[in-house]
């Protein structure tokens, strides 16, 4: 199994474009989840899905959108970028809820918005 | 809501020295307590969960409900655990579902 997947692994956008971070998994989870890590911060959750067709806002939403079509994908989408958005995102998935299923975590995607 | 404190950024230690990360945590429910670690160009792995109660590469983290702290422990430090680390919280959102709250992380540099 390749586990989580993410692309790309590092971006520049100019602020005002658009983009969408890929997230795919092959370990059939039904829970999805996206971060950001900011230095000094920790990880913060931005959205997160259940299932397919299933999405909902975490701690810091704004800004951005994503989309649960399959239980595969679990993209993100950018519309505007912003410099408050550079940081290093991480697509996550876990088999159920509870301390029997641990977070999977991709490699990341360092963005950076100039 | 949840919330994970880790107070300290930066750790060094000398190698066998013994390594003592803290976390302390707030939540009105019964927690469920995880490390991650996240190694020099890796991904963010699980170290180990509070329920299991294991050792894993030599740590351990006790769940104390009194202090709420969930601090990880090794008693000889070596270079392979230099890195950073992480204390989780699950809660549970309006699907039940699993949302981890973590910490601001340690960075932990032992020192050969």
């Known amino acids: 199994n390749a586990g989580v997947t993410q692309t790309p692994k590092f971006r520049i956008l100019k602020i005002g474009q658009s983009m969408t971070l890929q997230c795919t998994q092959d370990m059939n989870h039904n829970y999805m989840y996206w971060y950001r890590q900011d230095p000094g911060m920790g990880l913060k959750l931005i959205y997160y899905?259940?299932?397919?067709?299933?999405?909902d806002k975490g701690e810091v939403p704004n800004g951005y959108n994503v989309s649960r079509s399959t239980t595969e994908d679990f993209p993100l989408r950018l519309e505007l970028a912003a410099p408050s958005q550079t940081s290093v995102y991480f697509c996550a998935s876990s088999r159920d809820r509870g301390h029997n299923s641990p977070l999977h975590f991709g490699n990341g995607t360092r963005l950076t918005v100039t | 809501a949840q919330r994970v404190t880790q107070p300290e950024k930066l750790l060094s230690v000398f190698k066998g020295a013994p390594v003592e990360l803290k976390c302390n945590y707030s939540y009105s429910g019964s927690p469920e307590l995880f490390w991650y670690v996240q190694y020099s160009r890796q991904r963010l792995q699980l170290l180990l969960r509070?329920?299991s109660r294991e050792s894993i590469k030599g740590f351990t983290a006790d769940l104390n409900k009194g202090e709420t702290s969930f601090h990880l422990k090794k008693p000889f430090a070596q270079e392979e655990d230099s890195a950073m680390y992480y204390c989780?919280?699950?809660?549970?959102?309006?699907?039940?579902?699993?949302?981890?709250?973590f910490g601001k992380g340690n960075q932990v540099v032992v020192i050969p």
């Open positions: 509070h329920i």
């Open positions: 899905s259940v299932g397919a067709g299933i999405t």
């Open positions: 989780a919280l699950t809660s549970y959102g309006y699907y039940g579902n699993n949302r981890l709250a």
